[in-house]
């Protein structure tokens, strides 16, 4: 059987089987959609996201808790649960999967946004850093949900340091390995957040962006990597969408600390080489973002160093 007519078939039958209210409404799959997920339109305002992997097994289940207490103190749209899918014996699927609002736009672009005046993309830093603001400012998660939240619990930057390294030396014929060296070092000597645990999204980059047809940012998706602590790795979007004039207005915007900024250099730096490393061979667009990615975090450390 061919992968998309069994993609379509497993999809209709869990919804038959666990949600049969929507079981005969259209699905449309996405193409391409993500790395963690298969993701079908169903009918005209829902989305079904079928995880890929066990890596992405948990991802239904944290937003399914979490956004429909968030969303409300939250500026832009977010993907709010409709129903959380279960491991089907049925299927032989073996994760949970979800079903959720359907949001329209499109994923922002750089160019488009980055025209005369540069306006549009300042005005979209401004939108991004009240986003963030915004999430950053959340209720603790004790408030929301008493219980321990494992869940929450995010990776370090540290921890990423043999990967990256890694990912530097493999990618030493396509970007400036000395400066991505430099520019990791400082980001690991960089002081370590010493405040309150805060929300963070945990893969806000450009994909995880909607946006309207007048370029305002319209929805923020996909917070499988939601979580509480240092809030750094969210300023990786200052990387993959912004430029250098509207990255020093969100940094304003954001009040951020030196430190925090190094750090977040730190994530943009590694996250964007891993991807690059892992995706960029068989994806040309995945190529070019991360290209940018990492180019930017490099003309941002060399500007600042």
Known sequence: MRKDVYVYDLAGRLLAEQFPQWAGLPLTLLDPAGSDHVIFRLGADMAVRLPRGDWAAGQAEKEHRWLPLLAPGLPLALPVPLGLGKPSPETGYPWNWSVARWLDGTVPDAGTLDGPGRTRLRSVAYQLAGFLTALHHLP????????PHPDLVGE????????????IAATADVFDAPAMTAAWDAALGAPPWSGQPLWFHGDFHTGNLLAGPDGRLSAVIDFGGLGLGDPACDLTI??????ADARAAFRTARATDDATWARGLGWALSTGLNAYTTYAATHPLVAARTTR??????TEFRRTA
Do not use: E, F, K, W
């Open 156 to 167: 370090s930057l540290h921890a990423r340091d043999a990967g990256t390294r890694s990912a």
């Open 293 to 298: 990615q990492v180019t930017q975090a490099l």
């Open 140 to 147: 603790p998660a004790n408030a929301l949900l008493p219980g």
């Open 238 to 243: 200052a990387y993959t969408l912004l430029g």
